[in-house]
């Protein structure tokens, strides 16, 4: 079994500062990654993913993370945000094989850039 | 662009009645998930279909939640009868087949389910 934490559930910041949003994963097999933005009452967003390769995924809206396998993390950056970004972000894992894809969230953590 | 289409967008219903929510997936997406999203927390898996087969409905509570996708293709989540608990967002999310996008999940506006 898989699971994700993320390490804040809150993160003030203020527009064009950059910003880090921490994500650490546990499983036993080998794992696919992806960030997921949600804006209130909606529906969630694909930010970006690691399938394989290169460890540094670079997404939508100017965010990057970068996969560490040594110590299970997969943190989110932007280097300048905007009073846009503001949002709630989900890390998740999924496991290949069976699994048909299943993904394990974590709890979220909510961006807010003020100006 | 394609989406996944979730209906109705809000829905406030009373202690021990029905509720049914619909999804329809992007075209030619065999696998569909049902999530729950409770208020401050990452959804959870409720349900997931191949075609028209489960293939995990572990953390579905079965006394109370059914789900089906009869033609493969739309689905349907009933809640009978709702519980107080069961207030929260219902998400619809669809996978694309093949390589690279292969586990790409892609999600509908959901269902926001309100018990009184």
């Known amino acids: 079994a898989q699971s994700v934490t993320q390490l804040d559930s809150q993160v003030p910041v203020f527009e064009e500062a950059p910003v880090e949003l921490r994500c650490n994963y546990s499983s036993s097999v080998s794992v696919y990654l992806f960030w997921y933005v949600q804006y209130p009452n909606q529906g969630l967003q694909l930010l970006l993913k690691y399938l394989s390769g290169s460890t540094l995924v670079k997404g939508i809206n100017g965010f990057e993370a970068e996969f560490n396998k040594s110590q299970t993390s997969f943190h989110l950056r932007k280097p300048s945000v905007h009073i846009s970004d503001t949002a709630e972000y989900f890390c998740a894992v999924s496991a290949g094989g069976t699994s048909y894809g299943k993904l394990t969230f974590g709890q979220g953590t909510i961006l807010t850039v003020h100006p | 662009e394609a989406e996944v289409a979730q209906s109705p967008r809000y829905k406030i219903t009373e202690k021990s009645q029905a509720v049914a929510f619909w999804c329809d997936p992007i075209?030619?997406?065999?696998?569909l998930y049902w999530y729950r999203q409770i208020l401050g927390q990452g959804p959870e898996l409720l349900v997931q279909?191949?075609?028209?087969?489960?293939?995990?409905d572990s953390q579905l509570p079965k006394d109370r939640f059914s789900a089906e996708r009869l033609k493969g293709v739309d689905s349907t989540l009933k809640i009978q009868p709702a519980e107080l608990g069961d207030s929260a967002m219902y998400l619809c999310?669809?996978?694309?087949?093949?390589?690279?996008?292969?586990?790409?999940?892609?999600f509908g506006p959901g269902t926001r389910l309100t018990v009184t």
């Open positions: 075209s030619g997406h065999a696998t």
């Open positions: 999310a669809s996978r694309s087949p093949g390589t690279g996008k292969a586990y790409e999940q892609y």
């Open positions: 279909f191949q075609d028209e087969s489960v293939v995990d």
